[in-house]
């Protein structure tokens, strides 16, 4: 069961459908690239961009139940983005999103956003996997990387395992 790989499609889903980005924008899950139509095998970037991100499983304190910390990470080129308008535009965009779904998993009033998340874990991964709830990661701060305009959120998804 690749749940990293699930968590990715699920916020990759959640974004596209319902992040208001503007045309243009990639949304690349890391495990399934060729699920983002506009990635081409022979070019290694396009921008602007979404990155999506799962890290392994990590136990929780109880060790019955674990969590994926998924990177959201936004970047457009420097050289078209000197103002840092159009990352700002996209973080909010996908913020936003996010916050949206967070928010109707504290309000334990499911919406659009967070039924996206839910429906793909469920389709990817089967009655086996028991979402169990949204908590914010780790955030990456605004910087210049290599000539991309960066700033990042991550959330991580709880779970427990119908297996074990």
């Known amino acids: 069961m690749n749940v990293a790989r699930a968590v990715e499609l699920a916020i990759s889903k959640v974004i596209r459908d319902h992040a208001q980005m503007g045309e243009g924008v990639a949304v690349r899950p890391w495990q399934t690239l060729r699920y983002d139509g506009s990635w081409v095998e022979d070019q290694d970037r396009t921008f602007p961009v979404v990155s999506v991100a799962a890290q392994p499983p990590q136990q929780d304190g109880n060790e019955s139940t674990a969590h994926i910390e998924c990177a959201v990470v936004m970047a457009t080129k420097t050289d078209d ?20 779904a967070y928010g109707q998993f504290m309000r334990q009033s499911p919406g659009v956003e967070l039924n996206a998340i839910t429906d793909v874990l469920a389709q990817e991964l089967g009655t086996g996997f028991h979402f169990g709830g949204l908590s914010w990661g780790n955030a990456l701060s605004p910087n210049e990387d290599e000539g991309a305009n960066v700033i990042g959120l991550s959330i991580r998804v709880h779970y427990g395992r119908g297996d074990y």
Do not use: P, T, W
């Not at 983005?81 to 996010?98: C, E, F, K, T």
């Open 81 to 100: 983005d000197r103002d840092h308008a159009a990352i700002s535009a996209l973080y909010d965009a996908v913020q936003g999103v996010m916050d949206e």
